[in-house]
T-cell receptor, first 114, second 114 residues
């Protein structure tokens, strides 16, 4: 069983479109995250979500919005896609979001904006 | 979160031990030391973490300096599969605020020669 899964694995779309990436974890964890890895391979936290408390990285444009229908899912919606949004997006989860917790990462979604 | 300093790259021979250093001179008493690695085309993978004492698990060992200002990840017998980028990350131990967000640096790219 995959612990953290993401769909789709690849996403190619045009500028200006709206798209979503889904993430599911079957670990029973309370905290979920979205990270972005750009073309230079630099990984950066975008959001963390725990018990309906959302913490947003201030550098993330408001075109990006996480939505959590339940504790096991944290989807990422992106409006008005731009070329600079092309990257690999990773979802992750941890038991309680505390410093001693291990984070489990999904396989990533490669987004290409044309 | 406090910052860490790692060498950009290291090389090792297969079957030999590897010592990956990390400096974190501004670490606070509540910061955990985490190590993650990212294999090519995969999501980050947890390796090990510790607070004050040395730690061992099936993947690696973590040696923490007495003053906690540096640590070393030890791979006891490098294999070709260990070729990856290794990240040393500090995370505050208490819940709240950062929710355990991982702040990735550039990491150390480990190459393993057969």
């Amino acid at each position: 069983d995959t612990a953290v899964s993401q769909t789709p694995k690849y996403l190619v779309t045009q500028m200006g479109n709206d798209k979503s990436i889904k993430c599911e974890q079957n670990l029973g964890h309370d905290t979920m995250y979205w990270y972005k890895q750009d073309s230079k391979k630099f990984l950066k936290i975008m959001f963390s979500y725990n018990n309906k408390e959302l913490i947003i990285n201030e550098t993330v444009p408001n075109r990006f919005s996480p939505k959590s229908p339940d504790k096991a899912h944290l989807n990422l919606h992106i409006n008005s896609l731009e070329l600079g949004d092309s990257a690999v997006y990773f979802c992750a989860s941890s038991p309680r979001g505390r410093g001693g917790d291990e984070q489990f990462f999904g396989p990533g979604t490669r987004l290409t904006v044309l | 979160d406090a910052k860490t300093t790692q060498p950009n790259s290291m090389e090792s021979n297969e079957e030999e031990p590897v010592h990956l250093p990390c400096n974190h001179s501004t670490i606070s008493g509540t910061d955990y030391i985490h190590w993650y690695r990212q294999l090519p085309s995969q999501g980050p993978e947890y390796v090990i973490h510790g607070l004050t004492s040395n730690v061992n698990n099936r993947m690696a060992s973590l040696a923490i300096a007495e003053d906690r200002k540096s640590s070393t990840l030890i791979l006891h017998r490098a294999t070709l599969r260990d070729a990856a980028v290794y990240y040393c990350i500090l995370i505050v131990s208490n819940y709240g605020g950062s929710q355990g967000n991982l702040i990735f640096g550039k990491g150390t790219k480990l190459s393993v020669k057969p």
